[in-house]
């Protein structure tokens, strides 16, 4: 199983990070967009000189248009000598209005959409065909020689789409190359949620399992010793209690029989309560929604989880510090797994 660790942090701490992932034995690095540029870290990482795999994890689509993805994602390829990835995502109701000042309506079919859009401006790009895309959401028709870049001499990059609810994953797997599977989740919303959601999204637009690569995302908390394992269990706690106070997560709660915790969450988060709702969070649900334990319990426990669908593994340690040793032990233990 090949591994992805996120490179998270300042753009101008990315290159010597991205060495150190390397040097942990990452097959490839990615980007999450939070408090700084989702693209910018991985076009350092791609000048590097050690060869890896980059991808976006997830690129907010919904503010940007097509033509900047398309142009932004031919040349990380291009960087990165065929290794890039976008991955698109969607994000929620607030933060598209709020945060992006952007229009939020039918966020499946915007999706769909954009991963269309992109996917016809780059193949326009690469075979030479004109650029004739007409959908309900946006239109790209004109495309000058002045700025077509030619052929990608690497090919057309994989585009991706995260994906949490079964209207949204059925999105990805009728039109992306690769589905995202949020990291908020457990095994049993995974198996009866997310797999059925994927065949069906083949089954309409006739595709086999063979055209989309599933990359899950886990939150791992991790550690050898009782301290480690104790401050990774507490950062890993806080994040999850954020992820279940968003409505649009309530499902995953719901399938485990937790559903009337997450009102309860986005009571105190609006309050600002960030401790009363770390300590919702007990331990069972913490094994439950992410993986904990030493580096090869954690690798078990994802194998068991995710091998037999997925030939790679998205990993992050959020909130809380984490050896670069017991990476490399996680990352030799999946590799090997």
Same mark, same amino acid.
């Given at each position: 199983?090949?591994?992805?660790?996120?490179?998270?942090?300042?753009?101008?701490?990315?290159?010597?990070?991205?060495?150190?992932?390397?040097?942990?034995?990452?097959?490839?690095?990615?980007?999450?967009?939070?408090? @700084?540029?989702?693209?910018?870290?991985?076009?350092?990482?791609?000048?590097?000189a050690e060869p890896v795999d980059l991808m976006t994890n997830v690129a907010i689509a919904l503010p940007r248009s097509p033509m900047h993805l398309a142009h932004t994602a031919y040349d990380l390829h291009l960087l990165s000598r065929g290794r890039f990835r976008l991955g698109l995502g969607s994000q929620t109701r607030a933060h598209i209005d709020k945060r992006y000042g952007g229009r939020w309506s039918r966020p499946a079919a915007r999706m769909r959409e954009v991963v269309l859009a992109v996917k016809?401006?780059?193949?326009?790009?690469?075979?030479? /065909?004109?650029? *004739?895309?007409?959908?309900?959401?946006?239109? @790209?028709?004109?495309?000058?020689? /002045? +700025?077509?870049?030619?052929?990608?001499?690497?090919?057309?990059?994989?585009?991706?789409?995260?994906?949490?609810?079964?209207?949204?994953?059925?999105?990805?797997?009728?039109?992306?190359?690769?589905?995202?599977?949020?990291?908020?989740?457990?095994? *049993? @919303? +995974?198996?009866?949620?997310? %797999?059925? $959601?994927?065949?069906?999204?083949?089954?309409?637009?006739?595709?086999?399992?063979?055209?989309?690569?599933? #990359?899950?995302?886990?939150?791992? $908390?991790?550690?050898? /010793?009782?301290?480690?394992?104790?401050?990774?269990?507490?950062? %890993?706690?806080?994040?999850? $209690?954020?992820?279940?106070?968003?409505? $649009? #997560?309530?499902?995953?709660?719901? %399938?485990?029989?937790?559903?009337?915790?997450?009102?309860?969450?986005?009571?105190?988060?609006?309050?600002?309560?960030? /401790?009363?709702?770390?300590?919702?969070?007990? @331990?069972?649900?913490?094994?439950?929604?992410?993986?904990?334990?030493?580096?090869?319990?954690?690798?078990?426990?994802?194998?068991? *989880?995710?091998?037999?669908?997925?030939?790679?593994?998205?990993?992050? +340690?959020?909130? #809380?510090?984490?050896?670069?040793?017991?990476?490399?032990?996680?990352?030799?233990?999946?590799?090997?797994?």
């Amino acid at each position: 199983m090949k591994v992805d660790l996120q490179l998270n942090g300042r753009p101008d701490e990315a290159v010597s990070r991205a060495a150190e992932l390397i040097a942990c034995g990452a097959d490839g690095l990615f980007t999450f967009e939070g408090p @700084h540029d989702v693209f910018l870290p991985l076009t350092l990482a791609a000048t590097g000189a050690e060869p890896v795999d980059l991808m976006t994890n997830v690129a907010i689509a919904l503010p940007r248009s097509p033509m900047h993805l398309a142009h932004t994602a031919y040349d990380l390829h291009l960087l990165s000598r065929g290794r890039f990835r976008l991955g698109l995502g969607s994000q929620t109701r607030a933060h598209i209005d709020k945060r992006y000042g952007g229009r939020w309506s039918r966020p499946a079919a915007r999706m769909r959409e954009v991963v269309l859009a992109v996917k016809a401006i780059l193949g326009s790009w690469q075979d030479g /065909t004109p650029l *004739r895309f007409e959908g309900e959401f946006t239109r @790209h028709t004109l495309m000058p020689p /002045t +700025f077509v870049p030619g052929p990608n001499p690497y090919g057309v990059p994989e585009i991706c789409l995260g994906a949490l609810g079964p209207i949204m994953t059925r999105t990805a797997a009728e039109v992306a190359d690769g589905l995202l599977v949020m990291p908020f989740n457990s095994a *049993r @919303h +995974f198996a009866e949620r997310t %797999v059925p $959601a994927i065949r069906e999204g083949l089954a309409r637009a006739g595709r086999d399992a063979a055209d989309l690569a599933i #990359y899950p995302q886990v939150i791992v $908390a991790m550690g050898r /010793t009782a301290g480690e394992l104790d401050a990774a269990a507490l950062g %890993v706690r806080r994040l999850l $209690a954020f992820y279940g106070s968003t409505p $649009a #997560y309530r499902p995953v709660l719901e %399938v485990e029989g937790w559903g009337e915790l997450q009102p309860a969450l986005n009571a105190l988060s609006k309050r600002g309560e960030v /401790t009363a709702m770390t300590e919702l969070i007990d @331990h069972r649900m913490l094994r439950t929604l992410a993986v904990y334990g030493t580096p090869e319990e954690c690798a078990a426990e994802i194998v068991a *989880r995710f091998g037999a669908v997925a030939e790679r593994i998205c990993c992050y +340690f959020p909130g #809380y510090p984490v050896a670069d040793a017991h990476i490399r032990d996680l990352v030799t233990a999946l590799q090997v797994a």
